[in-house]
């Protein structure tokens, strides 16, 4: 396995045990499906010179909370009086918003930047910083993905981070339309905001 130091972020826990901890958390279909994320979020990050160790371990940690039962996630929604429309919502809104929470509790991240990717990769952000962008695209063009349009997605992803971005928002939109799913707010809002810059 590629080891990868995160010089430049304080951590309370050095990278082996971090995956030791998300290993008891995750299947190993998952927990395999993050270390992809991290090592392709790092080349992103390295690629478009951002911030390689938070874009590697916020990619790392992204999916940590993905496998809690719904009863957890509401139960944190509630004690740390979190947005109440969250309740509306479901797992696929909450491993990354409540996750963070998650992951700050358990795993002691303090680090903004790396939560804030781990929130936002779900439903993106009108306000998304490089960090962000990095987790967000990775997560959708790891080398297991695989549906129509990846090809199109990796190919954005090379030529501009902000079409890769706007591409993946508007794939999310029209897959949840197409299922009748509802759609959480800040997705409608990352997608108009993402669209109108015209990158597509
Ligand atoms: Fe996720
Ligand atoms: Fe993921």
Redesign the pocket.
């Known amino acids: 396995m590629t080891k990868f130091n995160y010089e430049n972020v304080k951590l309370d826990l050095d990278r082996d045990k971090l995956i030791n901890r998300m290993k008891t958390q995750l299947s190993d279909f998952r927990f395999n499906?993050c270390l992809r994320?991290e090592k392709t979020s790092r080349g992103l990050a390295a690629e478009y010179k951002i911030d390689v160790d938070r874009a590697g371990l916020a990619g790392l940690l992204?999916?940590y909370a993905k496998e809690r039962s719904d009863e957890e996630f509401i139960e944190v929604i509630k004690s740390k009086h979190l947005d109440k429309n969250l309740l509306n919502y479901g797992n696929a809104i909450w491993h990354g918003i409540v996750g963070a929470e998650i992951i700050k509790d358990e795993l002691g991240i303090y680090d903004e930047d790396v939560l804030n990717a781990v929130r936002r990769h779900t439903v993106g952000s009108t306000n998304m910083t490089g960090v962000d962008k990095c987790v967000f695209v990775a997560?959708f063009i790891e080398p297991e993905r695989d549906f129509p349009g990846i090809d199109k997605a990796r190919k954005y992803a090379e030529k501009s981070i902000d079409a890769a971005v706007a591409f993946e928002l508007k794939h999310s939109v029209a897959y949840l339309v197409k299922k009748n799913r509802v759609i959480y707010p800040t997705t409608f809002d990352s997608y108009n905001y993402w669209i109108a810059k015209g990158e597509l």
């Open positions: 499906h994320v992204h999916d997560d």
